[in-house]
């Protein structure tokens, strides 16, 4: 029995790694980012600068992708849109027929005016007028299209005045889509549409709003926001350009907790952001007498310009994104302030290292049954006359 207490007494300052365990104590986390001169993963030390160097990544923006489109777009004439084309007349002889009499329309009075029938701009991009010919629209505002139609009928009529109008547009909208909202192309308002009246008019996101993104196609270029960055931020609300394509879908953040935090799931973040104080109370917080306030960690990949940044600039890696792991020490109270502005990302990890005193208490347990036998055994053999 002496030799068995030696033994495991002997274990003891080794760490007891060959204790069952929930993962690495925080000295082990430490040891293990460089193994055999090879570094595996970084470890940053979280504190105000760290904080505030991650907060002042650029996020993405339709403002600063989409600035440019600072204006309503300006409606012109496509292929494939409805054309109207109203012509008035004066004096007693027209082109059209006698038409009707149309007194105020701000006409000439005693005017004549005919509605031509509608006509769908070609592929060519032309329509055809009575008395003029074809005549290339596409590409023209109305106001353009009606001044070349009356530039083309004077000498041929008296006073002729024209109106041009698009009743129905297939290049003048936005494509809306997506899981959680209705589909629709969207006819864009004279006057210029933002993407939240857009949204409005398709009948708004059928969802959550913290689980619900905007990705806004332009020109070839797409990004997307979360829905409520559209919301609180003005800027970010630029004005819907013709042929938009906006899709609202759903995408449900969490992070997973593991080693010696109160639940160890897989945790929904349930509302916009979330901060690592907010995620530790999630899951409960770190249990009682088993975890190490020291070795709480959160991992994750960063992109290797923000590490070298984080590290003040000389860093090297052989890959774009680095594994990251991200240490707090929850014993200085001070950490606690840190935790509160140190915002958790989506499929982000936080786990929190079992205590020294936890492990040295598994070790006498182990201790414990193993001499217990002996022990009995023992005392057996000495009860035994």
């Known amino acids: 029995m002496r030799i068995l207490a030696h033994l495991l007494l002997a274990l003891l300052p080794a760490g007891c790694s060959w204790l069952p365990t929930v993962g690495p104590t925080a000295n082990a986390i430490g040891e293990q980012a460089t193994v055999d001169g090879q570094r595996r993963f970084d470890i940053i030390e979280a504190d105000d600068r760290v904080v505030h160097i991650l907060l002042s990544q650029p996020e993405p923006s339709f403002q600063r992708l989409f600035g440019r489109f600072g204006k309503p777009a300006v409606p012109t004439i496509a292929v494939g849109d409805t054309v109207v084309v109203s012509i008035w007349e004066g004096g007693d002889e027209t082109l059209f027929g006698t038409g009707l009499v149309l007194e105020g329309t701000g006409a000439a009075t005693g005017s004549r005016g005919i509605n031509l029938p509608a006509q769908v701009v070609s592929p060519d991009g ?57 589909g629709a192309r969207v006819p864009l308002s004279p006057n210029g549409d933002r993407l939240l009246d857009v949204i409005a008019t398709a009948g708004g996101p059928q969802g959550p709003l913290y689980d619900t993104y905007v990705r806004l196609s332009r020109n070839g270029v797409t990004t997307t926001i979360p829905f409520q960055t559209l919301v609180d931020s003005p800027s970010e609300n630029v004005y819907a350009w013709p042929g938009d394509v906006l ?4 995408v449900p953040h969490s992070f997973a907790a593991f080693g010696e935090s109160g639940r160890n799931a897989q945790i929904n973040f349930e509302q916009p952001t979330l901060d690592l104080a907010q ?12 975890a190490d306030p020291v070795g709480v960690f959160l991992l994750r990949e960063e992109p ?17 994104q680095v594994p990251v792991v991200f ?6 109270a001070q950490t606690y302030f840190v935790a509160q502005h140190f915002q958790i990302h989506n499929n982000d990890i936080v786990y929190v290292a079992p205590a020294r005193a936890n492990m040295i208490q598994k070790f006498f347990g182990v201790f414990a049954s193993a001499t217990t036998p002996i022990i009995t055994g023992a005392a057996v053999s000495n009860s035994v006359p």
């Open 279 to 290: 995620a530790i109370a999630k899951s409960a917080g770190l249990n009682d007498d088993k």
């Open 126 to 182: 032309m329509i055809t007028v009575p008395f003029v010919g074809r005549v290339a629209v596409k590409g023209r505002t109305p106001a353009q299209a009606q001044m070349l139609i009356q530039t083309l009928l004077t000498g041929k009529t008296a006073s002729p005045q024209v109106i041009v109008t698009v009743p129905n547009s297939t290049q003048h909208t936005v494509t809306v889509a997506g899981e959680v909202i209705k």
């Open 247 to 250: 899709t609202l879908i759903r």
């Open 304 to 320: 290797l310009p923000l590490v070298k940044k984080l590290h003040g600039g000389a860093f090297d890696w052989p890959e774009p």
């Open 327 to 332: 240490h707090f020490d929850l014993h200085d």
